[in-house]
């Protein structure tokens, strides 16, 4: 089989395509014949090398992938060829609270991830791939979707009538969006693209605004509403925290995920989070038994994970140089087999 490992922390130019012999499925195991991956900015920051002391070399990198599973080992039941799965982020983690030791095994970073043909997987950290979606589609899940079911549905408990303010066009903020709508809320969007700002509008946004003309738009989403907003999905780090902060409101929650606005200014708003009783709720992905709710639900509602533009296996390098331009909406897609 053939895949992609990276030798150092030297960027995508560290990336090696190998071949590598076919792994087997042991007892508990099942091997997948992997169709379609996903990129997440954590993939760009692993190639780089700083993803912190656990990553290892050579590395399998990426996290999100979707496959058909080849061979099951001895005693797997739940499971056989031929049936569509994906993979979770973390291979430990199966429900409950999280821990260290739950956290430890994550795919493209302590463990090899899925830029490979075939992997084999613990049966107990696969979920069988919605039927309503594509191999493409279902590979944008574990980290990305994932991460924004944690941060609205699950930990966030978004209800009907609630305001949701979403960060730019990345899959995290995409799924938000999504997943929103889909509890009922009104939703503000943040995009620094007015074309960009249009395709969230036919996503279902509510209201939306250009934070490069308007910078103070977290005071701006707080006016939107009479009182600010119930939960920000920040995607952006300490850089836009600020402004967050500004448009949530008394009570209300920020779940911290991202960390791309680069570092925090001096003129920091944390009192003013103290002062009105706020949240920050940090969000890393999920459990599996919470990727097979997040699959339940959008199977029911329907939703569809948006693909920005899908890459050749043997375009890999362009696959992330597109995802670090930013000029994606939605995910950056690579198809494996």
Avoid at 24 to 31: F, N, R, S
Avoid at 103 to 130: C, I, K, N, Q, W
Avoid at 201 to 216: E, F, H, M, R
Avoid at 230 to 239: F, K
Wanted: aromatic share 6%; hydrophobic share 45%; glycine share 12%.
């Amino acid at each position: 089989m053939k895949c992609y490992e990276l030798q150092g922390p030297g960027g995508v130019d560290a990336l090696a395509l190998v071949d590598k012999p076919v792994p087997q499925a042991g007892p508990g195991e099942v091997l997948v014949r992997l169709k379609a991956a996903t990129l997440n900015y954590r993939d760009l920051l692993t190639v780089k090398g700083r993803y912190g002391s656990r990553q290892k070399f050579p590395l399998v990198p990426v996290s999100d992938g979707a496959g058909i599973v080849e061979a099951v080992g001895a005693g797997v039941k739940n499971f056989a060829a031929g049936d569509r799965v994906i993979g979770s982020f973390f291979e430990s983690w199966l429900g409950g609270e999280p821990s260290e030791a739950r956290m430890r095994a994550a795919l493209g970073g302590s463990v090899d991830g899925v830029l490979t043909e075939y992997r084999v997987f613990p049966a107990h950290a696969l979920v069988r791939t919605p039927d309503h979606l594509s191999d493409i589609e279902a590979a944008a899940l574990p980290c990305a979707g994932l991460t924004a079911w944690s941060a609205v549905v699950k930990l966030g408990d978004i209800k009907p009538g609630q305001t949701v303010l979403t960060q730019g066009t990345g899959g995290v903020s995409l799924f938000a969006l999504q997943f929103a709508k889909m509890c009922g809320a009104r939703v503000i969007a943040t995009s620094s693209s007015d074309t960009k700002i249009a395709r969230l509008k036919q996503l279902g946004a509510d209201v939306t605004l250009n934070y490069k003309t308007t910078p103070d738009w977290g005071k701006k989403a707080r006016e939107q509403t009479g009182r600010g907003v119930d939960l920000v999905v920040e995607v952006g780090g300490v850089g836009t925290l600020n402004e967050s902060i500004r448009a949530t409101r008394i009570g209300g929650t920020i779940a911290f995920i991202g960390v791309l606005a680069g570092p925090a200014t001096a003129d920091s708003r944390l009192p003013l989070m103290v002062m009105q009783q706020q949240r920050l709720q940090g969000v890393t992905v999920g459990s599996i038994e919470d990727l097979q709710a997040l699959c339940d639900g959008i199977s029911m509602h329907g939703v569809k994970p948006v693909i920005d533009k899908v890459f050749a296996f043997d375009q890999v390098k362009d696959a992330f140089a597109h995802m670090a331009s930013g000029a994606h909406f939605g995910k950056v897609a690579i198809a494996i087999g």
